[in-house]
């Protein structure tokens, strides 16, 4: 026994401590519970997904009789560790050929269930993997592990304290888990706030503004009014993409529905064609310049991204809708308001459908409402939400 290990520990192999299990062919009419390798949670180390088959159509591999507390090693690609404990329910089921199954009449079947998941574990078994189509190990090879033995009743404590801790491991990943979608949630609540005047509503309590006015649509704050978007904006679709323009003289980059995603450009995938001096005036962009997708799966509808000269010298195509802010709107306020309208359905909305494409016609688009606060409460909005969004990002790194 090495010093590593109490005094009254020992070590030994997972093949002395393990007996052999019943296999045997299922009868052809038997209803039975198949685990195979994919009914593995890998993250959770549980079955959770064991298939309901007839013994006629049971797979070749479906052998091994499995008990309550038996422990299952799959054998192929051990680095992924897909290991199980076999419960209650799942008493005199059958397993696949494709795992080792451990079982052991002296020891805590969890002590085995834990030591399976463990580095040393893991490590030992990829360094004896054969094949490369087929990555797998032998039962002998799992049957060799050394593994320390302490106790049974030091056994029954330390897997309770592991029962324990990993129980709260798993409630912190679910946790974790759900960050995600409160992170988005956070976004989004954020854009209402800014588009309906919340966000600054302290801000304005300081000023004397007048009253609340209910015009149209709803309730606006005091000193904000409708408008429609042509009123705030010029608004543009791109140019068709045709056969003839496929090559020539004058040949630009040009960002189209693939490019744009929600407060982001892709560059990743940027193609061009050719746009003779007329039409590279017209459509070429200009910092600033705000793009909605035009078509779009209707929860998309409207996605919208600001162009900032990441690609100079580029068009954009009909799939986009260009809108150039006036002087009475500031362009990063006007952004926030589009975010919203596309969380918020307000564009889909607005979009016609086809098949499963919507579509946002710039005439349907021009037409629809916009709050217009003045310029220096949309420049606290900008700060305000620019602030909170930062935030969002600090908590999701």
Known sequence: MTERYPSNWVETTIGEVTVGVEKREPEQDENLIYIDISSIDREKKQIVSPKHVIGKEAPSRARQIVRADDVLVSMTRPSLNAVGMVSEELDGQVASTGFDVLRSPSLDPRWLFYLVQTTAFIQSMSELVKGVVYPAIRSRDVRNFKLPIAPLNEQNRVADKLDNLLARVNKCRERLGRVESIIKRLRQSILALSSSGKLTQDW???????????????????????????????????????????????????????????????????????????????????????????????????????????????????????????DIVNRDFALLVFRHYMHSGRFMREGKITTNIAHLSARRFSKIEFPLPSLEEQQEIVDRSNQRFAFADRIDS
Request: glycine share 8%.
């Open 204 to 326: 304005r309590d300081t000023r004397t503004l007048g009253e609340n006015k209910d015009i149209e649509d709803g309730i606006l704050p005091a000193g904000w009014e409708w408008k429609s978007m042509s009123e705030v904006g010029s608004i543009q679709l791109g140019r068709q993409r045709a056969p003839r323009y496929h090559s020539g003289p004058n040949m630009h980059p040009y960002l189209r529905v693939q490019n744009i995603f929600e407060d982001r450009i892709d560059l990743s995938d940027v193609m061009e064609m050719d746009f003779p001096p007329n039409d590279f005036e017209k459509y070429q962009l200009t910092y600033g310049d705000i793009l909605l997708n035009e078509g779009q799966s209707p929860e998309l509808l409207g996605r919208p991204a600001m162009y900032r000269d990441e690609l100079p010298g580029a068009c954009f195509t009909n799939t986009l809708i260009r809108f150039q802010a006036f």
